[in-house]
């Protein structure tokens, strides 16, 4: 047999960072070691958010979701022995993305490396913050100058980075509808694309510089031919964008080039060894096409709808990429689906409606204008309640979750709380002290000093990133970093999407949502008011809302007045505003692992204000001890992602709200 010539395999990467600098520092040389070739770091809330650990609102989050960074003594400890000239370094990062790459290009100075040879990529894409993930910071204008100070600097100083990666991954999260994702992404590629032009920074015989250092990052869901055909769609707009909007030649220039990390979303709690091929399928949508192959992948473990998988879970997802690279003939042949007729007529369909979402949202004044406009926020809360309504309906069929559902039992969740990591609750001490420390023993007159060209910077015209520099090198922290810039810009709330979200599933007489109307307004009669209230909280910096919104749009159409305020709020903002709007119960939404610290705090604050009687709910990923300790402090209901039926769960709110004001059980099925 003749051998054939094989493709270089795609970057295979983790998305991995906990606990500390250390800690991660650790795991990044393991992963390393077992064939990894690129790294993915994941930062912690705080550090996305642009704020210290010892801020009150990173009480509870600090190395839960990722590594803490505070300073360039964190920097140094992450990539310790890792040498960051022969890497290739994505890190998720997005309002703090500017902060995040000084102090990595500083640290890399450090080590001697030559700033043209090294690699990766910024996330830096904050238009779908405000859309799903919820880590912005600033209001979108000078969020979007941050992100052009950004591109200007890397193309002319790191001029291999990927100063930005263009994230379609959050909005399927969040609910996108293939359209939709790429729409959405291809218009915020837009204004970052106008913006840099208009900047005037960029002479305009180097703008094909520009538009290659141009990344995206997407989402893999488990329907493989509309996936993959996606990708095709997605290639073909970005260079018809590139060539008729800005006018590139250059068809290298005009390449679209992506990584993936495969669908979350549909992970499930239940029956979660199913996840495997879910994630092997999902891979295969980015894989097995050529034409539309990813530069990158990374993939999640089986158990992340349970908690924080451990080493053992990254690494058999790592195995996963390596089987296929390795043992299989995939990377010896063309595409395989070039010339299908079934192909080619799913992407120009995706095409064509992509392209006409794309028009409708420059006719709006583009990304940006509908962003603050909230029609973006709006359309994928209103896709989300779909989706969700299908599921419920069972014209989505999710196996283990609403079809075939028995099970034999399963040996690697015996034990619930040891198939996950779990953080060491007393890390976050340790963390806030070596910060306390670090701000001790450095040059204050100097950060002082940094941290004034910075905000003289932000103030006028000047590029920004120079300065950012500065104060990384003069030992400047996140958190005042990220203040000096809110001096400046101020902060900015998204919309919520939620009150402009349409009506998802019908409640004609019959149907489980028009008997939980039913009870709603029975009970709000047994208590002789109007409507009963429901706050919806989201404590913490846990911007991930898309459950916290679908609850709010149901309790809503289900006859409830419902509080939502949208992300990152105290404790002791959720207990004002439970007592100032009279609320008949508390719902909080976490899904980073900070519930053990935040509810019981929510719980105390009510108590002590004299209102122990609203019942308070909890939901997200919480795993079972967790669940029945926050139970045991006095939680009247617990759900995590199994509890996939969100009218069944609004029932269950009203049933805890009778049996808070010693109402009998309603026999009204629900």
């Given at each position: 047999m003749t051998e054939r010539q094989k493709d270089r395999p795609w970057l295979m990467r983790t998305y991995a960072g906990h606990s500390t600098a250390e800690a991660s520092n650790e795991l990044y040389r393991r992963n390393l070691a077992k064939g990894q070739t690129g790294l993915s770091v994941a930062f912690d809330l705080p550090t996305q958010t642009g704020y210290d650990p010892d801020h009150v609102l990173a009480r509870g989050e600090v190395g839960r979701v990722g590594v803490p960074v505070s300073h360039l003594g964190d920097m140094r400890r992450l990539f310790q022995d890792i040498p960051l000239e022969q890497m290739n370094t994505s890190m998720t990062i997005n309002a703090t993305a500017m902060w995040l790459l000084a102090l990595y290009q500083v640290v890399a100075e450090e080590q001697g490396a030559d700033p043209d040879k090294l690699q990766g990529t910024t996330q830096n894409d904050i238009v779908k913050e405000y859309l799903s993930r919820g880590t912005h910071v600033f209001p979108p204008v000078p969020s979007l100058r941050l992100t052009t100070d950004m591109i200007t600097y890397t193309v002319n100083r790191i001029p291999k980075w990927n100063p930005i990666n263009i994230c379609s991954y959050h909005l399927q999260e969040a609910g996108a509808t293939p359209v939709q994702e790429i729409a959405y992404a291809m218009s915020t590629a837009i204004a970052v694309l106008d913006a840099v032009r208009d900047s005037g920074q960029v002479p305009e015989e180097k703008f094909g510089d520009v538009v290659a250092r141009i990344s995206f990052f997407v989402n893999a869901g488990v329907r493989f031919i509309e996936e993959m055909c996606k990708m095709r769609a997605f290639g073909r707009i970005w260079d018809r964008v590139t060539r008729e909007r800005y006018?590139?030649?250059?068809?290298?220039?005009?390449?679209?080039?992506?990584?993936?990390?495969?669908?979350?979303?549909?992970?499930?709690?239940?029956?979660?060894?199913?996840?495997?091929?879910?994630?092997?399928?999902?891979?295969?949508?980015?894989?097995?096409?050529?034409?539309?192959?990813?530069?990158?992948?990374?993939?999640?473990?089986?158990?992340?709808?349970?908690?924080?998988?451990?080493?053992?879970?990254?690494?058999?997802?790592?195995?996963?990429?390596?089987?296929?690279?390795?043992?299989?003939?995939?990377?010896?042949?063309?595409?395989?689906?070039?010339?299908?007729?079934?192909?080619?007529?799913?992407?120009?369909?995706?095409?064509?409606?992509?392209?006409?979402?794309?028009?409708?949202?420059?006719?709006?004044?583009?990304?940006?204008?509908?962003?603050?406009?909230?029609?973006?926020?709006?359309?994928?809360?209103?896709?989300?309640?779909?989706?969700?309504?299908?599921?419920?309906?069972?014209?989505?069929?999710?196996?283990?979750?609403?079809?075939?559902?028995?099970?034999?039992?399963?040996?690697?969740?015996?034990?619930?709380?040891?198939?996950?990591?779990?953080?060491?609750?007393?890390?976050?001490?340790?963390?806030?002290?070596?910060?306390?420390?670090?701000?001790?023993?450095?040059?204050?007159?100097?950060?002082?000093?940094?941290?004034?060209?910075?905000?003289?910077?932000?103030?006028?015209?000047?590029?920004?990133?120079?300065?950012?520099?500065?104060?990384?090198?003069?030992?400047?922290?996140?958190?005042?970093?990220?203040?000096?810039?809110?001096?400046?810009?101020?902060?900015?709330?998204?919309?919520?999407?939620?009150?402009?979200?349409?009506?998802?599933?019908?409640?004609?007489?019959?149907?489980?949502?028009?008997?939980?109307?039913?009870?709603?307004?029975?009970?709000?009669?047994?208590?002789?008011?109007?409507?009963?209230?429901?706050?919806?909280?989201?404590?913490?910096?846990?911007?991930?809302?898309?459950?916290?919104?679908?609850?709010?749009?149901?309790?809503?159409?289900?006859?409830?007045?419902?509080?939502?305020?949208?992300?990152?709020?105290?404790?002791?903002?959720?207990?004002?505003?439970?007592?100032?709007?009279?609320?008949?119960?508390?719902?909080?939404?976490?899904?980073?692992?900070?519930?053990?610290?935040?509810?019981?705090?929510?719980?105390?604050?009510?108590?002590?204000?004299?209102?122990?009687?609203?019942?308070?709910?909890?939901?997200?990923?919480?795993?079972?001890?967790?669940?029945?300790a926050l139970i045991e402090a006095g939680v009247a209901a617990v759900f995590t992602p199994k509890d996939f039926g969100i009218t069944e769960i609004i029932g269950r709110i009203v049933d805890e709200i009778r049996k808070a004001n010693k109402l009998d059980p309603l026999e009204v099925p629900a």
């Amino acid at each position: 047999m003749t051998e054939r010539q094989k493709d270089r395999p795609w970057l295979m990467r983790t998305y991995a960072g906990h606990s500390t600098a250390e800690a991660s520092n650790e795991l990044y040389r393991r992963n390393l070691a077992k064939g990894q070739t690129g790294l993915s770091v994941a930062f912690d809330l705080p550090t996305q958010t642009g704020y210290d650990p010892d801020h009150v609102l990173a009480r509870g989050e600090v190395g839960r979701v990722g590594v803490p960074v505070s300073h360039l003594g964190d920097m140094r400890r992450l990539f310790q022995d890792i040498p960051l000239e022969q890497m290739n370094t994505s890190m998720t990062i997005n309002a703090t993305a500017m902060w995040l790459l000084a102090l990595y290009q500083v640290v890399a100075e450090e080590q001697g490396a030559d700033p043209d040879k090294l690699q990766g990529t910024t996330q830096n894409d904050i238009v779908k913050e405000y859309l799903s993930r919820g880590t912005h910071v600033f209001p979108p204008v000078p969020s979007l100058r941050l992100t052009t100070d950004m591109i200007t600097y890397t193309v002319n100083r790191i001029p291999k980075w990927n100063p930005i990666n263009i994230c379609s991954y959050h909005l399927q999260e969040a609910g996108a509808t293939p359209v939709q994702e790429i729409a959405y992404a291809m218009s915020t590629a837009i204004a970052v694309l106008d913006a840099v032009r208009d900047s005037g920074q960029v002479p305009e015989e180097k703008f094909g510089d520009v538009v290659a250092r141009i990344s995206f990052f997407v989402n893999a869901g488990v329907r493989f031919i509309e996936e993959m055909c996606k990708m095709r769609a997605f290639g073909r707009i970005w260079d018809r964008v590139t060539r008729e909007r800005y006018g590139i030649e250059n068809p290298k220039q005009r390449r679209f080039r992506y990584g993936v990390q495969v669908n979350s979303l549909g992970l499930t709690e239940a029956q979660p060894e199913n996840n495997v091929q879910r994630i092997v399928l999902e891979m295969l949508a980015v894989t097995l096409s050529k034409d539309a192959r990813a530069r990158a992948v990374q993939l999640p473990a089986w158990n992340e709808a349970l908690g924080l998988p451990r080493p053992w879970d990254q690494q058999w997802s790592l195995r996963i990429q390596q089987v296929l690279a390795h043992e299989s003939d995939l990377l010896e042949y063309e595409d395989i689906f070039a010339g299908s007729h079934v192909i080619e007529a799913k992407v120009d369909e995706l095409v064509t409606e992509s392209l006409a979402e794309i028009d409708r949202i420059q006719q709006m004044g583009g990304a940006m204008a509908a962003v603050e406009s909230g029609y973006l926020k709006s359309e994928l809360v209103s896709s989300h309640a779909a989706r969700r309504a299908r599921i419920e309906g069972g014209e989505e069929k999710i196996v283990g979750v609403n079809i075939h559902e028995t099970t034999e039992p399963n040996p690697l969740t015996a034990d619930l709380d040891a198939a996950i990591m779990t953080v060491d609750p007393e890390n976050e001490a340790r963390v806030v002290a070596a910060l306390h420390e670090w701000r001790d023993n450095r040059d204050e007159a100097r950060a002082t000093e940094s941290l004034a060209a910075l905000k003289k910077a932000a103030a006028g015209t000047a590029n920004m990133m120079e300065a950012t520099v500065e104060c990384a090198r003069a030992g400047v922290t996140t958190g005042e970093w990220a203040w000096a810039l809110r001096d400046v810009f101020g902060e900015f709330r998204a919309p919520t999407g939620v009150s402009s979200a349409p009506v998802a599933v019908a409640a004609e007489a019959g149907t489980p949502l028009a008997l939980v109307r039913e009870k709603v307004s029975r009970t709000a009669a047994d208590l002789g008011i109007g409507r009963l209230r429901l706050l919806v909280g989201k404590p913490g910096l846990d911007g991930h809302s898309n459950g916290a919104e679908q609850i709010a749009v149901r309790a809503r159409d289900a006859g409830f007045e419902v509080v939502y305020q949208g992300i990152r709020l105290t404790p002791e903002q959720i207990t004002d505003a439970a007592l100032a709007e009279d609320v008949h119960c508390v719902g909080l939404s976490i899904l980073s692992g900070s519930h053990a610290e935040l509810v019981p705090d929510v719980l105390h604050r009510l108590r002590e204000a004299g209102a122990p009687d609203i019942p308070v709910i909890a939901g997200g990923i919480i795993p079972p001890a967790d669940a029945h300790a926050l139970i045991e402090a006095g939680v009247a209901a617990v759900f995590t992602p199994k509890d996939f039926g969100i009218t069944e769960i609004i029932g269950r709110i009203v049933d805890e709200i009778r049996k808070a004001n010693k109402l009998d059980p309603l026999e009204v099925p629900a």
